[in-house]
């Protein structure tokens, strides 16, 4: 019974974080150093890792809208690139992925121009649609990270009542072997009362038999003088 009250606390718990995905992602105004100023930039916060979500980013970039990234430890850049779903115009990429106590920040940001940035006071609807399109890649990153977690805890869960299942079976086959051992015990215990009683009444019997087999023997050594007797 605590097995499955412990399974269920574990896919609630799961169901919870899945859910939550959204919450554990957290987007802010910021800024970011390029070419060593500080530049207008989207702050990402979640529970990712840093490294794997600067995988996914180059991945997904690539994938969905065909662009190649250069990287330079944790800066992922793209040059002269074209997203419709950020800004008509072309601008180039700028994304850097810290390590965080609670997980990763990406800071991201935007450059139309030479010395230009998207911001929330220029080009703020580009700026925002790069802050929707960046948000919504690292909550569907979160959920499917949820999600395969979900499936590891399941199958975990799955072998476990499995070697419930064999366990139990395994219980049931000793336990019925136990109790034909101790029919047997028992069994073999009367067996053993009885022997022991038929030992203490022989042991009894003993004395008065060696008494009857040494008056036998006493008469029949009178009943051999009186042959003797006889014959002289």
């Given at each position: 019974m605590h097995f499955y009250k412990y399974c269920f606390v574990i896919l609630l718990q799961l169901a919870i974080l899945h859910s939550a995905a959204a919450q554990t992602v957290k987007t802010t105004q910021a800024a970011m150093k390029i070419n060593g100023k500080d530049r207008p930039a989207i702050s990402i916060t979640s529970?990712?890792?840093?490294?794997?979500?600067?995988?996914?980013?180059?991945?997904?970039?690539?994938?969905?809208?065909?662009?190649?990234?250069?990287?330079?430890k944790n800066m992922v850049t793209a040059t002269a690139i074209s997203l419709n779903a950020v800004s008509p115009r072309q601008f180039d990429l700028y994304t850097i992925f810290n390590i965080t106590a609670e997980g990763s920040e990406m800071l991201i940001a935007g450059a139309p121009g030479y010395d230009i940035y998207f911001s929330p006071n220029e080009y703020a609807e580009d700026y925002n649609k790069l802050r929707t399109l960046a948000e919504g890649f690292v909550k569907t990153y979160m959920q499917t990270q949820y999600e395969k977690l979900i499936k590891e805890k399941k199958k975990a869960i799955a072998g476990s009542e499995k070697t419930e299942r064999q366990l139990?079976?395994?219980?049931?086959?000793?336990?019925?072997?136990?109790?034909?051992?101790?029919?047997?015990?028992?069994?073999?215990?009367?067996?053993?009362?009885?022997?022991?009683?038929?030992?203490?009444?022989?042991?009894?019997?003993?004395?008065?038999?060696?008494?009857?087999?040494?008056?036998?023997?006493?008469?029949?050594?009178s009943i051999e003088e009186k042959r003797k007797d006889v014959n002289k």
């Open positions: 529970e990712a890792e840093a490294k794997p979500l600067q995988k996914a980013w180059k991945k997904y970039l690539k994938k969905t809208y065909k662009i190649k990234t250069d990287d330079s139990q079976k395994e219980t049931r086959r000793l336990e019925k072997r136990v109790e034909k051992d101790r029919k047997e015990i028992r069994d073999l215990q009367k067996d053993i009362d009885k022997n022991t009683t038929a030992i203490d009444n022989n042991k009894k019997a003993l004395p008065q038999l060696k008494k009857v087999i040494e008056e036998k023997r006493q008469l029949l050594k």
